[in-house]
């Protein structure tokens, strides 16, 4: 069955610094979200890519799904402290109501 | 509505018990997930509604695991016979709209989950 693989699982980086989390599929997907969960807290929804080769961006997070539509990535420029939590992609193959989560990033970023 | 509520939000059973887990999505959305999420895990796909059709059961671990949605609105997920690998952390979600509708946005909104402990 379908796999969605996210690395790395955990980062911690210095408050300022960059940060990109990476999916892979097995299988090529429709379209694919992106979610972050803070500690203690549920999944709360960032954003949905549909196309090729999108690339889409919310201030300072950038969101890209490849052109096989198979990968996907986000990266936040210049953490902060408020960036601190797990990021999820989920995934959904064509032709099927099922998304499949990633196994998670954890962001650490220290002041 | 504020947003999709769980109930109860903790649950302790003995093994070998039943339990009954309640989703209430947000009014008027059409869609209804549930996911279980294991400790350091990323939520688990159990089971997918449309309005009161479960049009998709594939994620659920055994036939001890069953879900309703009679009228199309509150969901109860119900686990017979407990088992302590069915500890996890449920979550529900609802959707505006149908699952893959690609025109508008599919956003899951979350509700806060029920923790079930099985000792």
């Known amino acids: 069955g379908q796999q969605v693989m996210q690395i790395p699982q955990y980062q911690h980086v210095q408050e300022g610094e960059d940060f990109t989390t990476y999916c892979n599929s097995s299988?090529?997907?429709?379209?694919i979200q992106w979610y972050k969960q803070r500690p203690g807290g549920h999944p709360v929804f960032l954003i949905q890519l549909v196309k090729s080769g999108e690339v889409k961006k919310q201030k300072r997070l950038t969101f890209q799904f490849g052109e096989a539509k198979k990968n996907s990535s986000l990266h936040i420029t210049a953490t902060q402290t408020t960036d601190v939590g797990t990021y999820f992609c989920a995934g959904r193959a064509s032709g099927t109501y099922k998304y499949n989560f990633g196994t998670g990033t954890r962001l650490k970023v220290l002041a | 509505g504020a947003g999709v509520s769980q109930s109860p939000r903790y649950k302790v059973a003995k093994r070998g018990q039943d339990v009954a887990l309640r989703c209430d999505p947000i009014?008027?959305?059409?869609?209804l997930f549930w996911y279980q999420q294991a400790l350091g895990q990323g939520p688990e796909f159990l089971t997918y509604?449309?309005?009161?059709?479960?049009?998709?059961k594939s994620g659920l671990p055994s036939d001890r695991f069953f879900a309703e949605r009679p009228e199309g609105s509150v969901s109860t997920l119900k686990i017979q016979r407990t088992q302590q690998e069915d500890s996890a952390v449920y979550l529900c979600a609802s959707s505006l709209v149908l699952a893959g509708g690609l025109t508008r946005n599919d956003e899951q909104f979350f509700g806060p989950g029920t923790r079930l402990t099985v000792l």
């Open positions: 299988t090529t997907l429709s379209n």
């Open positions: 509604f449309q309005n009161e059709a479960q049009l998709d």
């Open positions: 009014s008027g959305h059409v869609s």
